[in-house]
């Protein structure tokens, strides 16, 4: 695998000067670093083992710079396409989490930042959540991965989000498509967003969904989600951004189960993938899921 030091000693114009190398610890698919050098900032990410199987390495470069056109993603210093890594800025800010959504004005904020993206970025590639759910399926028995119980009305209740939803697919649009609170970083006066690996274009209400989802955002926050994206509330909209976020969570369930199965990072990947399928079932056995699916 190719390291930290490795990676510095590739970069001339960082021969002979200071640097410092701090690791990173908060991803879950690859190795982060922020390295100084003579004062100045950067972001270095090299890919987790078994990533390749998740990323498009050259799509993600592409939607990665065009991101970073549209002033929200990070600017690309040096990229080594061999071995996928990538040396970007390294943005000042607040990480944000979860907990720290919890604000009106952070939350407006951070969507602005994903339609700026949306109308503006020139991606390449799809990334449709049923499309996704197939090839992830494919792996998992491909290579005999466990999977939590109970899986198969899981698969059932996709099938039929699939079939009710590719009827009414709308223009997409280029997307993020994994919008963890930590790949938001708050600069007071604007959002940036970084790691777009599984950048591609989608369904706008699947971003959203995404987005609440992982910030385990309630109904009045969820209505000012679509408020702020749309300009007034559509309940439509509404409604395919709350199925879509239960979706992503079956799509996550996949990926962590595979993540669990090749993952070398020291991290718990079958308790996460168990938590969000749980919490879906949960949700496709509610009056309003029901209500949703009439609706969107």
């Given at each position: 695998m190719i390291t930290i030091d490795d990676v510095i000693g590739r970069i001339k114009e960082w021969n002979n000067k200071q640097v410092e190398i701090h690791e990173l610890t908060d991803g879950l698919t690859n190795h982060n670093y922020k390295v100084t050098v003579?004062?100045?900032?950067?972001?270095?990410?090299?890919?987790?083992?078994?990533?390749?199987?998740?990323?498009?390495?050259?799509?993600?470069?592409?939607?990665?710079?065009?991101?970073?056109?549209?002033?929200?993603?990070?600017?690309?210093?040096?990229?080594?396409?061999?071995?996928?890594?990538?040396?970007?800025?390294?943005?000042?800010?607040?990480?944000?989490?979860?907990?720290?959504?919890?604000?009106?004005?952070?939350i407006v904020r951070a969507v602005k930042a994903i339609k700026e993206v949306n109308t503006k970025g020139k991606f390449i590639s799809r990334f449709i959540m049923f499309e996704k759910f197939d090839k992830y399926y494919e792996i998992v028995k491909k290579r005999s991965i466990k999977i939590p119980d109970?899986?198969?009305?899981?698969?059932?209740?996709?099938?039929?989000?699939?079939e009710r939803f590719t009827k009414n697919?709308?223009?997409?649009?280029?997307?993020?498509?994994?919008?963890?609170?930590?790949?938001?970083?708050?600069?007071?006066?604007?959002?940036?967003?970084?790691?777009?690996?599984?950048?591609?274009?989608?369904?706008?209400?699947?971003?959203?969904?995404?987005?609440?989802?992982?910030?385990?955002?309630?109904?009045?926050?969820?209505?000012?989600?679509?408020?702020?994206?749309?300009?007034?509330?559509?309940?439509?909209?509404f409604a395919r951004m709350n199925i879509y976020k239960y979706m992503a969570d079956i799509l996550w369930t996949f990926w962590a189960v595979i993540q669990n199965h090749l993952s070398t990072l020291d991290f718990d990947f079958w308790e996460y993938g168990v938590n969000r399928f749980t919490r879906a079932m949960d949700a496709f056995d509610s009056d309003d899921f029901a209500k949703w699916f009439e609706i969107a």
């Open positions: 003579d004062d100045q900032h950067y972001s270095v990410r090299i890919p987790g083992a078994g990533s390749e199987i998740f990323i498009d390495r050259d799509v993600e470069l592409h939607n990665t710079l065009s991101a970073s056109e549209t002033g929200v993603g990070k600017h690309i210093f040096y990229s080594f396409e061999s071995d996928n890594i990538i040396v970007t800025e390294f943005i000042e800010g607040t990480v944000m989490s979860p907990e720290a959504f919890r604000n009106k004005e952070v109970n899986f198969d009305k899981a698969e059932t209740i996709v099938n039929r989000v699939r697919m709308p223009e997409l649009v280029s997307c993020h498509n994994d919008l963890l609170g930590e790949n938001f970083i708050d600069q007071g006066d604007r959002m940036r967003i970084i790691d777009w690996e599984l950048a591609g274009l989608n369904d706008p209400c699947f971003e959203l969904g995404d987005f609440s989802v992982e910030q385990g955002f309630d109904e009045s926050e969820d209505r000012l989600i679509i408020e702020t994206y749309f300009g007034k509330f559509d309940e439509q909209k």
